[in-house]
Each structure stands twice: as structure tokens, then as C-alpha cells.
């Protein structure tokens, strides 16, 4: 077998469905077989593209997602979703093309050092230099990208190794049934003296969190966490990368916190005595200023990366483990030391997070008479208008916070974001991903007027390969999360962030690449204007929603700031001065 035939066939034995990609030179040899495969082909428009589709495809599924493009300016177009997968612990194989093993080190056209450069934001990469051994590669790259903290991996193949014409590039094709890598071995099961200690922990603290972060996605720990959360009468909250995997309608869940989460949330973790953190990495976006951040917590802290523990905050039981089996020793452990009828009662501590959520609920102004929609009531009525298991990737920026404040996610595995990297233009790509997975599913890209225009041309990739997804673009006419903070911290100075509502025309571009549009101004015409959308089902459809511009998102804690500095909306603040 050729080594590009070797290639798909390898991929095919992992149970890959779908590549998101891009020919060109270097990796064409694989693309002649790709005709004989199995396996869906999506062309993207943009190799940057291609990565974000793998990612929205992992995202829904839990699965890897599989991108693949061409050597030199192909493989740098795929960093920023490699950086993307690698900071969010999204499990991915992408394969690039390189020159021929001869050419390497020449500056040969279309070399670069792909390996090198993708060194630092991967779990693994390799440059494989033998027809023979890209059957393992892919059997080892699989294994990574999934096993322990999920990641990307990335396999360079070199041009000659998969060339239909070279007979070094045939081999007598085996697939391996496992893997070695004496030096790869992650721990999954907790150790039971600290399991001891934080159940310990847990039954003296009279206001206990549970700090949720993506690694209970990543662990498929959604439902193990629900009853961990219940048994031991402990609130919630999720991060921006866990929200779904609690459901935002239980009585035990507070929401977000962070720099944009909600009041209670973010308070509940300043005031708590014990902070149970599950796969949660304590990014600074949620600590604000660490020395200030949970001050009287003690904290146990559970996740499968052993890096992760004590690099920002000390615990005082560090759990190294598989966030879903850690789960159920905890929930074993209650048991045998008598459930949690021994453990100290929470209820002045919910009376006090019932307070706080009465007094402080996350609240906008209404938009005036002739003024743009509010982009909280769009998400409002597109939220009230869409099946609760339906599909919400994001962008970056305000329309991002405000739609993870206002869609209320009662399933897991339906948002999907860019969190650690924080890549404008993610949504589209992500959603036509997770469409690609879920053909069925109703999903839904919402997207700001800056991070449209960065990857909007993917729509012309949903439109040919009949993948059907929709787009709510919250057109407030600037970089608004930019534009905010210059407001707020730099004497509205505002340089270099308006785009203007003039140009470009978001409704002929959409229906230029094939989409159905609509355009949204008055807010008696949201309704019916996101009816209309939802009921296409044959090709992609786009609503812009003309929105205000000086709109801002709150609750907000200042950037460095300590989390007791946050601003509330300024309708909250008399009363949070007198409180």
C-alpha cells in the first residue's frame, strides 16, 4: 500500500467520518486516494478554517476532529486553532504536508518548520520519515490526543513518503493494536488517601463550591457531577469552558463567575470556606487578583494534568485524576463514612446565595423608542425560540459573554467556545464543525461584526456542502469588548475600534455566498425574523441584528482587579453601596 493510501486507510480504522481540509502541493498525494475513501471531505475556504471545524466537531462529540492541509503557509494558517485546541484541551489530529526529506533545511517553495512551530502548542507532534511508520503514527496520535488532558497532535508528512510514483513510499500495510510509549502514562484513578482527605474537607465546610471548569466535559463527567452536586447539598458554579455541565435551571446552580460572570457567582467563590475545584485551572480571567481570590477557601483541587496543581493556586488536597472517576470515588467515599448526614448544613449559606441572587440577577435597560435592539433581548427571544438541546457556538467579545449569561444551557456538549486563547472568529467554523457532526441539531453561531469579518467566508463552505448552519450577528457597529474597556478605562479615548454600521452591506455578502439573510432592527421584528430562520433547513442562513452601540457587559471585575471590585449594572449600584 502507497503511504497517502496507507494515510486514509489509517483513519478510517480509527473511525474518523469527516476531514476538514485544504489541497496543495505537498499533501496532494493524499488527496487522489481521499476519492476512494469513506470518509467525508470538507474544503474549507481558509486553512484556519479547517482547524476551528475540528474543534466544533470535538467540542459536540467528544470525539477528535480531523483537519488536514498542505505544507508552508497552510501549516502557519492552522496555528491559531492548534493554540486554540491546545489552551481548551480540545482533542485533535491535524495533518500537515511538508516538502520531501531531500528538501528539507533548503528553503525549499512551501517549507517551513512545522514541527518547530507548532512545538509549544501541542501535546505531540512528529515528523514522520517512513511510509512504514504513518500507520503508528496515527495510532499514537489518536491515543494522545484523547487519553489524559485531551489536546491537539499534529503529524507532518513529508511529500515523497506518500508520492504515488516512489516506490519507497510502498509498504506491506499493518495497523498496530496498541501503542508504546513507555514515557506516556496518564494518571486516571485518584489516590484514595487524598480522596479521604477532601471528603474530609467537604463534610466540615459550611459554604462549600464546586468550581466546574471543562475538564468535566472532557472527562464526560456531567452526570456524575450532577449527583456529586445533590448528595453533598453543594452549589455550582461553571466556567466559561463548563457551561452545560450543570444545568443553569437547578436550584444548585449559580451560573458563571469570572470577569463577566454573575454577582452571586462570583461572590459565592470570594466568601466560600471551601472550594472544590473540578478540572478547573484557575485562569486568571476567573481569579482576578490571585492573592485576593477566595481568600478564606481551602481548596481541593482535582484534575488529570499534574502541571496544573499548585501553578497558580496551593491546594490543600491536590487530586491528580480523571475528573469523572474522581467523582464517583468521592461519591463512594460519602458512603462509607455515612453519607452526608455527617457532613455541616448549607443553609444559611443558601439563604445567602438566594439573597444575593434576588438582589444582584443579571439586568439590561431596555432599548428606547428608535434606538438598536439591545443585544441581550435578541439572544432572549433567539434563546426562547430554539429546542434547549440546540447548539451555541461563539465568537469573541461582548457578544460572547452575553451569550453565555443569557442562553440558559441545561445539556452539556452544546456551548462551544473559544476560552484560553480567546480567537476572534471562531464561531462559524466551530458551528459548521459541529453541524457536520450533528446534521439533525439545530445550531446556531453567535457571532460580533468584528469576528464575522474574520472568517465569514466559511459560509460559502456551509453553503456547498449542504451544511446548514445559523448565524445571529450582533452588529454593534465597533470591536465592542475593545471599545468598553476604553470607555471604562482609558478616558473613552476611543482609538482605532469603530467599524460603522455603513459598510459591509452583511446581507447581500451572506446571500452572495449562498446564504438566506435578514436584517433586524425593530425589536418587534425579532420574533418573527428568528421564526423565519429557524425554519430553514436547506441552506445556511445569517440575521443581522442592528444593535446598540454603547451597550456594555456587566457584571464586570476590572482586569488585575480583586473579584470584591466588581461593577455591577448601574442600575445595582445604589444598592450595592447601601448593602
Given at each position: 500500500?502507497?503511504g497517502?493510501?496507507a494515510?486514509l486507510?489509517?483513519?478510517?480504522i480509527e473511525g474518523?467520518e469527516?476531514?476538514?481540509?485544504?489541497?496543495?502541493?505537498?499533501?496532494?498525494?493524499?488527496?487522489?486516494?481521499?476519492?476512494?475513501?469513506?470518509?467525508r471531505?470538507?474544503?474549507?475556504?481558509?486553512?484556519?478554517?479547517?482547524?476551528?471545524?475540528?474543534?466544533?466537531?470535538?467540542?459536540?462529540?467528544?470525539?477528535?476532529?480531523?483537519?488536514?492541509?498542505?505544507?508552508?503557509?497552510?501549516?502557519?494558517n492552522?496555528?491559531?486553532?492548534?493554540?486554540?485546541?491546545?489552551?481548551?484541551?480540545?482533542?485533535?489530529?491535524?495533518?500537515?504536508?511538508?516538502?520531501?526529506?531531500?528538501?528539507?533545511?533548503?528553503?525549499?517553495?512551501?517549507?517551513?518548520?512545522?514541527?518547530?512551530?507548532?512545538?509549544?502548542?501541542?501535546?505531540?507532534?512528529?515528523?514522520?520519515t517512513?511510509?512504514?511508520?504513518?500507520?503508528?503514527?496515527?495510532?499514537?496520535?489518536?491515543?494522545?490526543?484523547?487519553t489524559?488532558?485531551?489536546?491537539?497532535?499534529?503529524?507532518?508528512?513529508?511529500?515523497?513518503?506518500?508520492?504515488?510514483?516512489?516506490?519507497?513510499?510502498?509498504?506491506?500495510?499493518?495497523y498496530?493494536?496498541?501503542?508504546?510509549?513507555?514515557?506516556?502514562?496518564?494518571?486516571?484513578?485518584?489516590?484514595?488517601?487524598?480522596?479521604?482527605?477532601?471528603?474530609?474537607?467537604?463534610?466540615?465546610?459550611?459554604?462549600?463550591?464546586?468550581?466546574?471548569?471543562?475538564?468535566?466535559?472532557?472527562?464526560?463527567?456531567?452526570?456524575?457531577?450532577r449527583?456529586?452536586?445533590?448528595?453533598?447539598?453543594?452549589?455550582?458554579v461553571?466556567?466559561?469552558?463548563a457551561?452545560?455541565?450543570?444545568?443553569?435551571?437547578?436550584?444548585?446552580?449559580?451560573?458563571?463567575?469570572?470577569?463577566?460572570?454573575?454577582?452571586?457567582?462570583?461572590?459565592?467563590?470570594q466568601?466560600c470556606?471551601?472550594?472544590?475545584?473540578?478540572?478547573?485551572?484557575?485562569?486568571?480571567?476567573?481569579?482576578?487578583?490571585?492573592?485576593?481570590?477566595a481568600?478564606?477557601a481551602?481548596v481541593?483541587?482535582?484534575?488529570?494534568d499534574?502541571?496544573?496543581?499548585?501553578?497558580?493556586?496551593?491546594?490543600?488536597?491536590?487530586?491528580?485524576?480523571?475528573?469523572?472517576?474522581?467523582?464517583?470515588a468521592?461519591?463512594?467515599?460519602?458512603?462509607v463514612?455515612?453519607?452526608?448526614?455527617?457532613?455541616?448544613?448549607?443553609?444559611?449559606?443558601?439563604?445567602?446565595?438566594?439573597?444575593?441572587?434576588?438582589?444582584?440577577?443579571?439586568?439590561?435597560?431596555?432599548?428606547?423608542?428608535?434606538?438598536?435592539?439591545?443585544?441581550?433581548?435578541?439572544l432572549e427571544?433567539l434563546?426562547?425560540?430554539?429546542p434547549?438541546?440546540?447548539?451555541?457556538?461563539?465568537?469573541?467579545?461582548q457578544?460572547?459573554?452575553?451569550?453565555s449569561?443569557?442562553?440558559?444551557f441545561?445539556?452539556?456538549?452544546?456551548?462551544?467556545?473559544?476560552?484560553g486563547?480567546g480567537?476572534?472568529?471562531?464561531s462559524?467554523?466551530?458551528a459548521?464543525?459541529?453541524?457536520?457532526?450533528?446534521?439533525?441539531?439545530?445550531v446556531?453561531?453567535?457571532?460580533?461584526?468584528?469576528?464575522?469579518?474574520?472568517?465569514a467566508?466559511?459560509?460559502?463552505?456551509?453553503?456547498?456542502?449542504?451544511?446548514?448552519?445559523?448565524?445571529?450577528?450582533?452588529?454593534n457597529?465597533?470591536?465592542g469588548m475593545v471599545?468598553?474597556?476604553?470607555?471604562?478605562?482609558?478616558?473613552?479615548?476611543?482609538?482605532?475600534?469603530?467599524f460603522?454600521?455603513?459598510l459591509?452591506?452583511?446581507?447581500?455578502?451572506?446571500?452572495?455566498?449562498?446564504?438566506?439573510a435578514?436584517?433586524?432592527?425593530?425589536?418587534?421584528?425579532?420574533?418573527?425574523?428568528i421564526?423565519?430562520?429557524?425554519e430553514?433547513?436547506?441552506r445556511?442562513?445569517?440575521?443581522?441584528f442592528r444593535?446598540?452601540s454603547?451597550?456594555?457587559?456587566?457584571?464586570?471585575?476590572?482586569?488585575?482587579?480583586?473579584?470584591?471590585?466588581?461593577?455591577?449594572?448601574?442600575?445595582?449600584?445604589?444598592?450595592?453601596?447601601?448593602?
Amino acid at each position: 500500500m502507497n503511504g497517502g493510501q496507507a494515510l486514509l486507510k489509517s483513519l478510517e480504522i480509527e473511525g474518523v467520518e469527516v476531514i476538514f481540509g485544504y489541497p496543495g502541493g505537498a499533501i496532494l498525494p493524499v488527496y487522489d486516494p481521499i476519492i476512494d475513501s469513506n470518509i467525508r471531505h470538507v474544503l474549507v475556504r481558509h486553512e484556519q478554517g479547517a482547524g476551528h471545524m475540528a474543534e466544533g466537531y470535538a467540542h459536540a462529540t467528544g470525539k477528535p476532529g480531523v483537519c488536514m492541509v498542505t505544507s508552508g503557509p497552510a501549516a502557519t494558517n492552522i496555528v491559531t486553532p492548534l493554540a486554540d485546541a491546545y489552551l481548551d484541551s480540545v482533542p485533535m489530529v491535524c495533518i500537515t504536508g511538508q516538502v520531501a526529506l531531500a528538501a528539507i533545511g533548503t528553503d525549499a517553495f512551501q517549507e517551513c518548520d512545522t514541527t518547530g512551530i507548532t512545538r509549544s502548542i501541542t501535546k505531540h507532534n512528529v515528523l514522520v520519515t517512513r511510509a512504514e511508520d504513518i500507520p503508528a503514527a496515527v495510532k499514537e496520535a489518536f491515543h494522545i490526543a484523547t487519553t489524559g488532558r485531551p489536546g491537539p497532535v499534529l503529524i507532518d508528512i513529508p511529500k515523497n513518503i506518500v508520492d504515488l510514483n516512489n516506490p519507497d513510499a510502498y509498504f506491506d500495510f499493518t495497523y498496530p493494536d496498541d501503542v508504546d510509549l513507555p514515557g506516556y502514562n496518564p494518571t486516571i484513578t485518584p489516590d484514595p488517601a487524598a480522596i479521604e482527605a477532601a471528603v474530609a474537607l467537604m463534610s466540615a465546610a459550611e459554604r462549600p463550591v464546586l468550581y466546574v471548569g471543562g475538564g468535566v466535559l472532557k472527562a464526560r463527567g456531567a452526570e456524575v457531577l450532577r449527583r456529586l452536586a445533590e448528595s453533598a447539598n453543594i452549589p455550582v458554579v461553571t466556567t466559561l469552558m463548563a457551561r452545560g455541565a450543570f444545568p443553569d435551571s437547578h436550584e444548585l446552580c449559580l451560573g458563571m463567575p469570572g470577569m463577566h460572570g454573575n454577582y452571586t457567582a462570583v461572590t459565592a467563590i470570594q466568601r466560600c470556606d471551601l472550594l472544590l475545584a473540578m478540572g478547573s485551572r484557575f485562569d486568571d480571567r476567573v481569579t482576578g487578583k490571585v492573592g485576593a481570590f477566595a481568600p478564606d477557601a481551602k481548596v481541593i483541587h482535582v484534575d488529570i494534568d499534574p502541571a496544573e496543581h499548585g501553578k497558580v493556586r496551593r491546594p490543600e488536597v491536590s487530586i491528580v485524576g480523571d475528573c469523572r472517576v474522581v467523582m464517583e470515588a468521592v461519591l463512594d467515599r460519602i458512603e462509607v463514612v455515612g453519607g452526608t448526614s455527617t457532613f455541616a448544613d448549607h443553609t444559611d449559606w443558601r439563604q445567602q446565595l438566594s439573597g444575593w441572587q434576588e438582589k444582584y440577577p443579571l439586568t439590561y435597560e431596555p432599548a428606547a423608542p428608535g434606538e438598536y435592539l439591545k443585544p441581550q433581548f435578541a439572544l432572549e427571544k433567539l434563546r426562547d425560540a430554539c429546542p434547549a438541546d440546540t447548539i451555541v457556538a461563539s465568537g469573541v467579545g461582548q457578544h460572547q459573554m452575553w451569550a453565555s449569561q443569557y442562553w440558559t444551557f441545561d445539556h452539556p456538549y452544546t456551548w462551544l467556545n473559544s476560552g484560553g486563547l480567546g480567537t476572534m472568529g471562531f464561531s462559524i467554523p466551530a458551528a459548521i464543525g459541529a453541524k457536520a457532526a450533528f446534521p439533525d441539531r439545530m445550531v446556531w453561531a453567535v457571532d460580533g461584526d468584528g469576528c464575522f469579518q474574520m472568517t465569514a467566508q466559511e459560509l460559502i463552505t456551509a453553503a456547498v456542502e449542504k451544511i446548514p448552519i445559523k448565524v445571529a450577528l450582533l452588529n454593534n457597529a465597533y470591536l465592542g469588548m475593545v471599545r468598553q474597556w476604553q470607555e471604562l478605562f482609558y478616558d473613552e479615548r476611543y482609538s482605532q475600534v469603530h467599524f460603522g454600521h455603513e459598510l459591509p452591506d452583511y446581507v447581500k455578502w451572506a446571500e452572495s455566498m449562498g446564504c438566506v439573510a435578514f436584517r433586524v432592527e425593530d425589536p418587534d421584528e425579532v420574533e418573527v425574523t428568528i421564526a423565519k430562520a429557524n425554519e430553514v433547513n436547506d441552506r445556511p442562513v445569517v440575521v443581522e441584528f442592528r444593535c446598540h452601540s454603547e451597550e456594555n457587559v456587566y457584571p464586570m471585575v476590572p482586569a488585575g482587579g480583586s473579584n470584591d471590585d466588581i461593577i455591577v449594572h448601574p442600575s445595582q449600584r445604589d444598592e450595592e453601596a447601601s448593602s
